[in-house]
């Protein structure tokens, strides 16, 4: 299994500004994804970020607002961007082997923007 | 697109009892269907998983189900314990595509004693 560490654990944020969480595994995976998750609901996949290339974004997320970096196999930031109350939720890094299986997941997140 | 239903969204079962979800799925070329565990402040945790050639497995207390003719599959917990506590979330792909994972709404657990 791989161990991912996120941080930060938690921000509040003033709406407007960015912030940028990290991921880190400690070891080399194939796929990561970025999720978010609003209180009390399912995952909702924000986008895969691929290694030396631009990250693949779900319908509803663009780049201009989750700006994604992958520069190695165990390495990747999410920035949201001029963030707005909306943007509260719990964001999770996971990584995994091939395609989807075996995926893990950091411990999230948790934005709060004012 | 993959669609995956969940039932029910909250269980409450006394300690010892069992405890069994159960999630449908659309996409018959599905082939791959995790569990995650994901207690209060932590991230999902995944518990068990299943590929489409396999029927049942089992881990402790822990088994899962797969009927691909129905399209649907189930988690049981036998002998829950409070530790059990927490929200379930089934989970299915079709491996070997590009297509996401797709997880079911989730199901809150309480084990009471």
């Known amino acids: 299994s791989a161990v991912i560490s996120q941080k930060p654990s938690r921000d509040i944020c003033q709406r407007g500004t960015s912030l940028t969480i990290q991921c880190q595994v400690d070891s080399q995976v194939t796929m990561m994804f970025w999720y978010r998750q609003q209180p009390g609901q399912s995952l909702t996949l924000i986008a895969t970020a691929n290694q030396g290339s631009e990250a693949t974004y779900e319908s509803g997320f663009v780049i201009d607002k989750f700006p994604i970096s992958r520069p190695n196999l165990t390495f990747s930031t999410l920035t949201v961007s001029n963030m707005s109350p909306e943007d509260s939720s719990i964001y999770l890094c996971s990584g995994g082997g091939t395609a989807n299986e075996k995926l893990f997941f950091g411990s999230g997140t948790q934005l709060s923007v004012l | 697109g993959e669609n995956v239903e969940q039932h029910p969204s909250t269980l409450s079962v006394q300690e010892g009892d069992s405890a069994v979800i159960k999630c449908t799925y659309s996409?018959?070329?599905?082939?791959?269907f995790p569990w995650y565990k994901q207690e209060l402040g932590k991230g999902p945790q995944l518990i068990i998983d299943?590929?489409?050639?396999?029927g049942e497995k089992k881990d402790q207390r822990i088994a899962v189900t797969l009927n691909k003719t129905a399209k649907h599959f189930s988690l049981h917990i036998t002998e829950t314990q409070p530790e059990d506590s927490a929200v379930y979330f089934c989970a299915a792909f079709h491996t070997g595509t590009a297509s996401k994972l797709t997880f079911g709404t989730g199901t809150r657990l309480q084990v009471t004693l």
């Open positions: 299943i590929r489409s050639n396999v």
């Open positions: 996409d018959s070329a599905s082939n791959y």
